[in-house]
């Protein structure tokens, strides 16, 4: 039968669920007001604010400079009711609301902006499942929410002496959603014990404001991929790519945000050290999993990853956890033998979520069908836009990407346009049309090593999929032959150089660079460095010798040469190896944090 949160897990997925919003959810809200709240909320958050009609919401984050996640929430615009400026409500679980506040509070320097928690203004209920619309209306509550609006706000009469309820249309579990608020008062209670009746009579899940009620909310959670601060993040310390909630919380479109530069950088450049994943296993009762920050150990000791939450599908009847696992280990459909309390046990790495109601697939397909219409009839801003509202409903359809990235190249945004091929690399990694796209892209922005490279992949992969694995090995070590042979040819003919005038400045760079494409690091950097101290203004350079110390595990070396390097190109108006070096030096942040 399972223990009382798994069994509570199935019903909330048959039926629905009921709870108090302060209860299993702890939830709370932040309300944003003044004059400037709009304009304020629009450079600190990764979303949209700007575009929000009265009435409208979305799920939008908070970073700090260096990309790194502090907090995500929903944000929703209040209807206009005759209030001279735009106000906002921020949902999120009430034990991060203080700190929300204060970071908010504290980039406020001369806008006319107020953050207040207002929590306790409001008595609220969660309803999740495909029971939540007919209950409110047979409890009186006519629903008038767009379909598929997610995140979008009405305050409607109950008919109950002038009450109140504000409705906010959210999935919290994966499931179809709303949550009601209203202000405290004799009538709110009795609506509120009626609809609870209601609930418990439809056969909702009705979860208890205990130990059982947060196991049963916390597992919903992770089957429809929703992270946890304080449990699966710590706050500022996961760049907002290793999360997954990019794709949820981000704008394409809308220009600067906090942190904006860094995830930018680090969509195009490069990826990180590790992202979020889950795991799917298949182990006896009585496994305890490692806690959340413990490091994911191979049963060789290899450190892959670093363990998140854990906990139990009820979709999918297996134990589960989330984990941000390295490179080499997060494609999907990998299987890995890893350690837990009870020895070694293997899982399936899945990209979340999980879990992804029909109804929000069918409303994520309906966009994405919408959007093709308006692509194929020349309308590709309006295309955009519902390709995005469709993948922030289910951020699993690779067409829908497909199509949102091949629009966006179109739009003349390169750099949009790479992020979203890079995220379709996560979800299709065998997919070598990827690469085609990524490397016309890089060509557009001007990096052609980069864009050679993917070219690379994309044959390598063409071909390999219909080969062997080895013969798709046999191709690339043929590849990997033929660079070193003419890495050799030219290590020769600088050494003829270098026999007759040792200190010739473009022999030791020469030397330095075909030691490197022969793999060889270590011998590679005397010369870098003998070349450099020649050529002090020769930003390329400076390149060449922080990618060797680098790969030479010399990162505090490798900053200091990139941060020189970065000052020579900003001088010389060297652009291009001006970005490669502020690439380099920020992936070197990140891995280090």
Excluded at 48 to 71: C, H, I, T
Excluded at 228 to 249: A, K, W
Excluded at 521 to 530: D, K, Q, S, T
Aim: hydrophobic content about 40%.
């Amino acid at each position: 039968m399972g223990s009382p949160a798994i069994q509570l897990c199935r019903q909330a997925r048959r039926k629905g669920l009921v709870t108090p919003w302060d209860a299993a959810p702890d939830l709370g809200t932040v309300l944003v007001s003044g004059r400037d709240a709009g304009t304020f909320l629009q450079a600190q958050l990764t979303s949209d604010v700007a575009a929000l009609q009265p009435g409208e919401g979305q799920l939008s984050a908070r970073l700090d400079r260096k990309g790194n996640l502090g907090a995500w929430f929903s944000l929703h615009r209040l209807p206009d009711r005759g209030q001279p400026f735009a106000s906002f409500l921020l949902i999120l679980p009430r034990p991060e609301i203080g700190r929300v506040v204060d970071d908010l509070t504290r980039f406020v320097i001369t806008e006319h902006v107020f953050v207040e928690d207002i929590s306790g203004d409001f008595r609220g209920l969660v309803l999740q499942g495909p029971a939540g619309t007919n209950l409110m209306a047979a409890a009186g509550l006519e629903i008038s929410v767009p379909d598929g609006a997610e995140h979008a706000l009405s305050i409607l009469p109950t008919g109950r002496g002038g009450l109140e309820a504000w409705v906010i249309r959210r999935s919290f579990t994966g499931d179809p959603g709303y949550l009601l608020l209203f202000p405290p008062s004799p009538a709110t209670q009795i609506f509120l014990a009626d609809a609870h009746t209601a609930a418990q009579s439809a056969g909702l899940a009705d979860l208890p404001d205990d130990e059982t009620g947060r196991r049963t909310w916390h597992w919903l959670q992770m089957e429809a991929g929703w992270p946890v601060m304080d449990l699966d993040i710590t706050p500022g310390q996961r760049v907002l790519p290793q999360t997954g909630l990019e794709q949820t919380t981000v704008s394409l479109t809308k220009g600067c945000y906090l942190g904006q530069e860094v995830v930018a950088r680090i969509r195009t450049y490069g990826s990180v050290p590790e992202a979020l994943r889950s795991l799917v296993f298949s182990y006896p009762d009585g496994t305890d999993l490692p806690v959340p920050g413990s490091p994911l150990l191979t049963v060789d000791d290899r450190k892959i990853g670093t363990w998140a939450s854990a906990g139990y599908s009820a979709v999918l009847d297996s134990p589960i956890a989330l984990a941000f696992l390295d490179r080499a280990h997060r494609t999907p459909g990998n299987a890995l033998t890893v350690q837990t309390s009870a020895g070694a046990v293997t899982a399936e790495v899945t990209l979340l979520p999980i879990y992804t109601a029909v109804d929000t697939a069918e409303q994520a397909a309906r966009l994405h069908e919408q959007a093709l219409d308006h692509f194929n009839e020349g309308r590709d801003t309006v295309a955009i836009e519902l390709l995005e509202q469709s993948l922030r409903l289910d951020p699993t359809q690779a067409d829908a990407f497909e199509a949102l990235g091949v629009l966006l190249g179109r739009a003349g945004q390169y750099h949009e346009a790479i992020d979203i091929f890079r995220r379709l690399e996560e979800a299709a990694p065998a997919e070598p049309m990827v690469h085609t796209n990524l490397s016309l892209f890089y060509m557009k922005i001007g990096d052609i090593e980069e864009a050679e490279r993917q070219k690379a992949l994309a044959t390598l992969k063409k071909f390999g999929g219909g080969m062997e694995p080895v013969d798709a090995e046999t191709l690339a070590a043929q590849e990997r032959e033929a660079r070193h042979a003419a890495a050799r040819s030219k290590q020769s003919m600088f050494a003829e150089v270098l026999a007759f005038e040792p200190d010739d400045a473009l022999a030791l760079m020469g030397m330095g660079r075909a030691l490197t494409d022969l793999d060889d690091p270590a011998a590679a950097e005397p010369y870098l460095n003998r070349a450099l101290h020649a050529q002090a203004d020769n930003s390329s350079l400076y390149a060449s010798l922080g990618k060797v110390l680098l790969e030479l595990d010399r990162a505090p070396e490798a900053a200091d040469v990139l941060q020189r390097g970065i000052d020579v190109a900003s001088r010389k108006g060297d652009l291009m190896t001006l970005r490669e070096m502020e690439h380099r030096l920020r992936m070197l942040d990140v891995n280090k944090d």
